[in-house]
């Protein structure tokens, strides 16, 4: 078996863990975060944008960039509430009621999934960089309140990155495996999982390596995203009474507001007042219009009241459900950027009297537990043990349309449960099995997963033909239901998986394609770094000609000077033909050239009797400072065979700080 990654996708950010030598650690991505922004968006000129350079490009081109994709992940279009749907581009239902994304500059619709893949593709190209290997098959965490419909598409998202789902894992479960996956002792542990888009809360005993989820609840459409949109109603209400200008009904004004609020918010979990400035926001009749104004935590907390009474009921809901009281709870472990808000962490105080653990960090708990499990299943990590329950109750709709529940939920998974059911009518010829999943005592109130039919019942009065039905559900919360006419011992059964927005034709058209274009994707990419790797030898190699000319003369090292001069002309000329196939070796000779002026000068700087010494003795003083070993040490060419790999870092450092100048 190949390596296993944890994978966490969040709403807001995701991360990918792994296990090396038996220890679970965060993989950084190319651009050297630990944290990839969950965003997607195509350029201008229709190029796939992952990652921090989409976010990039957030305010600039809202219609063609996405956040936020996972809640609406595996969710039909009349689920959504109106906090869901306001987003920057385009989000509208198909005629099965799928949610699709509209991206005007390459004219389609996108799945939520499909968009989804493309960060696990990211993730699990920059790890197979850093591993040197590839990998083929990941944990993938969900909110532990994800339904079956959640998990499908999400395991879909997988398989459309080209990778197989070992298991997908509750995230308050993984968070509680990175906390007590090396402790002994036995402990009572909530973990209270607030991030950018959903709420989690789960109850768990830990004890000598075997973890016991006890109950689980949670919100899967509350978030940061919530607390962020609290502030941008707060500020777009206020300029409507100001200038009758509605911020909201502009992409670019309303994502600039949701940046400005995230902004604000993050930092008044720190200050007590923050300013906000939103300088040409709108154009009013007398001119440009700014936002300026300042905002205190009491407001906040104000403005996010309802928000914080939605957090108490899950966890009442949990602890009612394991039977414990908050008394018996030894520990308490914060995941999710949301859980930093003071508002928050005093809700839990009030809930659970202690100091939550430290030991964590809740933007990265996720994928460290996801790590522990992937290291659990491919035999590297011994002697845990980990006992999930489903979170919502599993049943079937019967006469009345009541729900008649099969599986409760916080059952242990997997788990195996039938009943028997009977006509309604006599001579009934079939019956049709409709399933759902939720806590509400008439069907249609819960999510339908699907119906089929089981026919050719042989005719019979009312209530005497016999229809067992089972429900199993796996270790990944996802269900396959089976129904058998005991009298014919006709059997049907289906995997559920009307949830996900695709079906399986278009998932395994879209892995054809996606498996096209990577192939695309990889050769293009390797084609810009090849010529920006030349572009940037070329600069390098004219600057330190310059500077040797300008120190020590045109004929210092007149033979590897000119060595360089003639290889330095070969690469400008590849270059300018576009001809690549010549180009790699065009960029080892000046590389080499490169290396011997450098050995060249170094020996020099070294040997008494070298014409260069006689250049530096005739500049006098200066010169003798700058051939000072300090001097040489500081050159960058010197010995230094990783300079081009140092240099490019230099750059990507700039360019980041730029980037937070930018959007800070
Ligand atoms: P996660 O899904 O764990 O990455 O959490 C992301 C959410 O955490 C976003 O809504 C962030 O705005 C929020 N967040 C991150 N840091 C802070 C902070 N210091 N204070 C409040 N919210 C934060």
Redesign the pocket.
Known sequence: MGRIVGIDL????SVIGVLEAGRPFVIANAEGSR?TPSVIGYSKDSELLVGQQARRQLVLNPKNTFSNLKRFIGRTWNELNENSLNVAYTVRANEQECVRVTCPITEREYAPEELTGSIIRKLIDDAEKYLEESIDSAVVTVPAYFNDSQRQATRDAALLAGIKVERILNEPTAAALAYGFDKSSSSRVLVFD????TFDISLLRISNGVFDVKATSGDTQL???D??QKIVEWLADDFYKQYEIDLRRDRQSLQRLSEAA?KA??E???LNITPISLPFIATGSNGPLHIETKLDRKKFEFLCRDLIDRLSKPVEIALSDSGWTAEDINDVVL????T??PMVQQLIRTIVPITPSQTVN??EVVAVGAAVQAGIISGELRDLLLNDVTPLSLGLETVGGLMKVLIPRNTPIPVRQADVFSTSEANQSSVEINVWQGERQLANDNKSLGKFRLSGIPPAPRGVPQVQVAFDIDANGLLQVSATDRTTGRKQSVSINGGSNLNENEVSKLINEAREKADLDRKKRASIDQRNNALTLVAQAERRLRDISLEFGPYAAERQQRSVEVALRDVQEFLDNNDLAELDLAVSSLQEALFGLNRRISAGRRSESNPIQGIKNTFGSLKDELFSDDYWDDDPWDYNPNQERRDRDYQSRDLDRWDNDFYN
Request: aromatic residues 4%; charged residues 20%.
């Open positions: 969040g709403t807001t950010n944290t607030l991030g950018g888009g978030g940061g995203n607390f962020d995230e918010k993050q008044l979990s720190g995941v999710g950027g949301s930093r808000m809740p933007d």
